[in-house]
């Protein structure tokens, strides 16, 4: 098997500005994720596609094979994840001239994985012959027990109705909350497939202190405290 790994990273960000290169532990946070991909063993190469010059000249620094320049139209804030990561592969292909079979795409925005999650879900997808794997924690909400949405009315309903009442949130059927840590393609999956879910997609299981994905300040501090207490995390970069 033939696998590139990509890191899509823009130089915006409304939420936490900056954080794709914002210092976490001593390292800009896209070289954390890089680190990770390198130690996996996994990948014929390591590619980082942005529309920022100090993103990509931090992914040189960080060891990255290659770097990409996005298009300003898969840059912008209302573009599409899977149009960057299918640009980014099909112009690793290009440069170097080669075919991969399987694509996996790291979010520099959640770095508490271990290497040994990114290894399981490649293994995931590879045994399964899923089209493509997504990592996720078990939900701290369940949509048949007690997560609502708004009717449009004003009033709110469970947000799936279950055929007979759940009395208690273990019974309800196991739920996830997607990452945003690890997604891996087959070659026909990143290519002829534009939505993330198919009736063949894969969950990778992570636990809940490796799944949280930076998308505030607060987010951030978190991530901070929790590389704080954990030692061993320093063994995962």
Known sequence: MKRLCTLCARGGSKGVP??????????PLLEISILQAKKSGLFEAVAVSSDSEEILGIAKNAGADLVIRRPAELATDTAGKIPAIRHAF??????LATHFDVLVDLDATSPLRMVSDIQGAVALLEKSGAGNVITGAVARRSPYFNLVEDRGDGTVGLAKVPAKPILRRQDAPKCFDM???????TRAGILQRDTLFHSDTRIFEMPE?????????????VVEFI??????FQDAW
């Open 179 to 185: 990452n945003a840590s690890i997604y891996v393609w």
């Open 90 to 95: 099909l112009e690793s292909e290009k440069i």
């Open 209 to 221: 202190d490796r799944s949280l994905d930076i998308d505030s300040e607060l987010d951030f501090q």
């Open 18 to 27: 900056g954080k794709n290169v914002r210092m976490l532990s001593g390292r």
């Open 227 to 232: 590389v704080s207490q954990r030692k061993r």
